[in-house]
């Protein structure tokens, strides 16, 4: 069927035109006006129609979520409501939707009612925005490194290795859960498995795309990415996707700069395309924050806060300097904080958030963790008691970026192996890259869903990504 989409229609420049438009209804007022949406654009095409021309059982099921065509000529609008609308000659009902049972009506619908409804809730103007501007970014990611020479490598979702160590993963198998074959000592026979060893679903592209790096110099991987920790919160999904880029011949520093100038492109390039759809969401979200305490609103409006992002440096402070300052805060002082803060200790979202939205109101990135709580790639600083990991944590989110300089040197590797109980034949070769020509390395990877949280100032992961997988949760 050919037809014209919306989103080219809006603009009186095109008025005087004859156009054919496919849609779904969203309103019909005075039997004359008939607002329609094809996910075009946020903005919804209005349809004149002269009632004498169309018979009455038609115009009854002109309700919202009906889906219609209609020819007619584009002409600029009489009303003030928009530049553009067609005067219909031709309307044809393709699909109803008996009011009576469809759920989403033209109201506000909570958050949580749209989940469970999240084969339908693409048809509200919210999440119609939410996926217009995630496919935007999916699009701007591999833009930005392919004009910057990084080479996309797709690595596999299948895997025997535990990069992150965190042993969060879901298993893979084929064996007959019923009937487990067992080894003389009673142990699963992996042997009598699909790959003949426990292979799982991989919880980071990072391994092997260092692999690549390691001869094609710049390279990325932009993939699912699998999570069993049954952790049910509003930044966490069992199922999300990751970017993770890796660079050859760099250091901490390199990584961090590059972290900064990805997220300030991907900003940049959501303000440049996707103005309507910002505008939208800034609105919900000021709607929503009106019944939510000050100190759980936003300090800027959502158009704001990105520009903010992309025309400031981020603060770049080491954790021993973060733990200076959340002992030295009066949430701690207070005895506000939930968990303890000492040096040694994983930063909580608490802390994270203290730091970007009270402290220093602006991305923070972190850097050189205590290597007893980062993962056994990471790079030994000199003062053997830290690695050069970095976190880039953001207002209203926490942490949305974790990287690291990788360790490249064969003898600590051997020894970081040691210590995190990673039996040398299951990296062997990832050992071997630093056997055969080794050299510093750096990489990061981005929660693609925590990027799109913070650019659509959606609170909840769950109303990002269009099917969301969390603890007792798959369906659809
Ligand atoms: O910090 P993480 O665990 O780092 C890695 O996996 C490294 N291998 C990355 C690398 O250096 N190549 O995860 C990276 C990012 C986090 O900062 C967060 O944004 C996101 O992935 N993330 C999640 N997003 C949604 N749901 C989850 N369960 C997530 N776990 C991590
Ligand atoms: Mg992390």
Same mark, same amino acid.
Request: a negative charge; glycine letters at 6%.
């Given at each position: ?67 219609? %065509? ?8 009489? *009303? ?43 048809? &509200? ?38 990069? !992150? ?7 893979? %198998? ?50 699912? %990415? ?52 910002? +505008? ?11 019944? +939510? ?102 207002? *209203? ?18 020894? +970081? ?14 050992? !071997? ?11 990061? *990877? ?23 997988? &969390? ?6």
């Amino acid at each position: 069927m050919k037809y014209d989409r919306i989103a080219t229609l809006l603009s009186k420049s095109q008025a005087g035109r004859q156009v054919t438009i496919c849609g779904w209804v969203r309103t019909f007022r005075n039997d004359r006006f008939l607002a329609v949406n094809d996910g075009s654009s946020v903005s919804n095409l209005q349809l004149v129609l002269e009632k004498e021309n169309f018979d009455e059982a038609t115009l009854k099921q002109l309700s919202t979520g009906a889906s219609v %065509t209609a020819k007619g000529l584009l002409v600029e609008s009489q *009303g003030g409501g928009q530049e553009t609308e067609v005067v219909v000659e031709h309307l044809e009902l393709l699909g109803a939707a008996d009011p009576e049972e469809y759920p989403m009506q033209m109201k506000r619908h909570s958050m949580e009612f749209l989940r469970e409804k999240a084969h339908l809730r693409f048809r &509200t103007s919210t999440f119609a925005a939410v996926f217009r501007i995630r496919h935007g970014m999916t699009f701007a990611i591999h833009e930005y490194f392919h004009k910057n020479g990084f080479y996309g490598l797709h690595t596999p979702i299948i895997t025997g290795s535990d990069a !992150e160590g965190a042993g969060e993963m879901f298993k893979v %198998t084929t064996l007959d859960l019923n009937n487990v074959p067992k080894t003389e000592a009673g142990e699963v026979d992996f042997k009598e498995d699909f790959f003949a060893k426990p292979t799982n679903l991989t919880v980071s592209g990072q391994l092997e795309a260092e692999l690549g790096a390691m001869a094609l110099g710049k390279v990325y991987t932009f993939g699912p %990415t699998f999570r069993a920790e049954n952790s049910n919160t509003s930044r966490h999904l069992a199922e999300f996707w990751m970017i993770e880029p890796e660079i050859a011949f760099a250091n901490l520093q390199d990584d961090m700069d590059l972290a900064e100038d990805f997220m300030k492109y991907l900003l940049k390039f959501a303000l440049d395309n996707y103005p309507e759809e910002l +505008k939208l969401l800034e609105e919900k979200e000021l709607n929503d924050e009106k019944s +939510k305490p000050q100190a759980e609103r936003n300090e800027m409006p959502l158009r704001d806060r990105l520009k903010f992002v992309v025309e400031n440096e981020f603060e770049r402070v080491t954790y021993t300097e973060a733990i200076d300052i959340l002992r030295n805060s009066k949430p701690f002082k207070k005895k506000k904080f939930k968990y303890p803060v000492e040096w040694g200790i994983d930063l909580q979202s608490e802390h994270e958030r203290y730091l970007v939205e009270k402290h220093f109101k602006t991305p923070v990135i972190l850097s050189d963790y205590p290597a007893g709580i980062k993962a056994f790639y990471m790079r030994r600083n000199d003062d053997n008691k830290t690695v050069a990991a970095m976190d880039v944590l953001v207002p *209203g989110i926490g942490e949305i970026i974790g990287g690291s300089q990788r360790e490249e040197r064969m003898d600590i590797l051997l020894e +970081k192996c040691a210590e995190f109980n990673i039996p040398e034949d299951h990296v062997w070769w990832y050992l !071997e890259l630093r056997k055969f020509g080794t050299a510093p390395h750096a990489g990061f *990877g981005m929660g693609f869903e925590r990027l799109i949280m913070f650019v659509t100032g959606m609170t909840n992961i769950r109303d990002v990504i269009p099917f969301p997988r &969390t603890p007792q949760n798959a369906e659809f």
